[in-house]
């Protein structure tokens, strides 16, 4: 079992940065693919991004790619999503994830440890 709770959201400008941590206590962790999720109000969650078990892989949502940033210490049961040049558009409650597998995946289904989401607003 792993139980992932995030933190770090916040209110920011257009153009600046956060990042979003996840602390997944439980053992499985190190052996499960982790993954960010959205959901903006009164819209559907989509996938953001993802990372395999050791962390030499990963996918992105095409919305978020070359701005945000998924990693993962192992040591620590930690994952991390660096976000960059944030957008209106990035606004969200952000959710984290722990795979049923080890590689990465951008399937909703896939996911079967959810946290409670932090939330992430961008204002112009």
């Known amino acids: 079992q792993v139980q992932p709770v995030e933190s770090g959201g916040g209110a920011v400008q257009v153009g600046g940065s956060l990042r979003l941590n996840c602390a997944a206590s439980?053992?499985?962790?190190?052996?499960?693919?982790m993954g960010w999720f959205r959901q903006p109000t009164g819209k559907e969650r989509e996938f953001v991004a993802a990372i395999s078990w050791s962390g030499d892989s990963s996918n992105y949502a095409d919305s978020v790619k070359d701005r945000f940033t998924i990693s993962r210490d192992n040591a620590k049961d930690t994952v991390y999503l660096y976000m960059n040049s944030l957008k209106p558009e990035d606004t969200a409650v952000y959710y984290c994830?722990?795979?049923?597998?080890?590689?990465?995946?951008?399937?909703?289904?896939?996911?079967?440890?959810w946290g409670q989401g932090t939330q992430v607003t961008v204002s112009s």
């Open positions: 994830a722990a795979d049923r597998f080890p590689y990465q995946s951008g399937r909703y289904g896939n996911y079967e440890h």
């Open positions: 439980g053992g499985t962790f190190a052996r499960r693919a």
